[in-house]
């Protein structure tokens, strides 16, 4: 048997805000989406992302409690080179989205930065450094 990631899956508390942050980050979600209990979405490169609302969960695991104490998942986007890193920090900041960590150059050759969905979830942006 060959292990395949099938999807990653993001719990939101807030259907609208969770798929507007993303739509904003790039992902391409239809807009009559936002008031629904579950979404799919597909990554330019194939991989899956896919939403439930906290009500949506309970409706199958009746006793899930929201984690606390720190995000729930981390999810980083490889944005190319530096100064898309750089961009798409602004794009997102400017859009109302939450920054946490500042673009820096990384120690292990990498421009960094990491933003807050809006359910508190890391999204980290990153790219090579250019030589």
Known sequence: MTLKLGFI?????????????????????????????????????????????????????PAFVVATGGHRIALAFDMGTPA??????????????????LPWDAFWGQRYATLLDPDGNSVDLYAPLEA
Do not use: C, K, N
């Open 9 to 61: 899956g993001i719990v939101t508390s807030d259907m609208a805000s969770s798929l507007a942050f993303y739509r904003t980050l790039g992902v391409s979600i239809a807009p009559d989406q936002d008031d629904q209990p579950h979404v799919d979405a597909r990554l330019d490169d194939g991989t899956a992302l896919a939403w439930d609302t906290i009500d949506t969960v309970r409706t199958f695991d």
């Open 84 to 101: 898309a890193v750089d961009a798409m920090y602004e794009r997102m900041v400017a859009a109302g989205h939450a920054s946490h960590v």
